[in-house]
């Protein structure tokens, strides 16, 4: 059974920091390219970075370029992790994890497949 688990949210203040967690198990993802996303409420889900299978590529939303920071470990299992620095209150959102599988754009929720619960990422200003 596929299960991608995300953990590390919680409440920060503005200029904070947080450490995103996804831990995929159930099958094998280390040739699979990953991302983040998150969703505000009233808002649609919106792109935030995305990495390669090899952990050698890496992108990112204008939005959070320059403050996150994506990267992976593909050892017996797969775990992608954002880290987050300089957080603002408009970070402030739910925050996914999913494997990148359909030929679109990396930025593109519709080419994603296997998505987490999410966790909460609240800051506070």
């Known amino acids: 059974q596929v299960q991608l688990v995300e953990s590390g949210g919680g409440l920060v203040q503005a200029g904070g920091s947080l450490r995103l967690s996804c831990a995929a198990s159930g099958r094998t993802f280390s040739s699979y390219d990953m991302g983040w996303f998150r969703q505000a409420p009233g808002k649609e889900r919106e792109f935030v970075a995305a990495i390669s299978w090899s952990g050698g590529s890496t992108y990112y939303s204008d939005s959070v370029k320059g403050r996150f920071t994506i990267s992976r470990v593909n050892v017996k299992n797969t775990v992608v992790y954002l880290q987050m620095n300089s957080l603002k209150p408009e970070d402030t959102a739910v925050y996914y994890c999913?494997?990148?599988?359909?030929?679109?754009?990396?930025?593109?929720?519709?080419?994603?497949?296997?998505w987490g619960q999410g966790t909460q990422v609240t800051v506070s200003s």
């Open positions: 999913a494997v990148y599988r359909f030929n679109t754009a990396a930025t593109d929720k519709n080419g994603y497949d296997y």
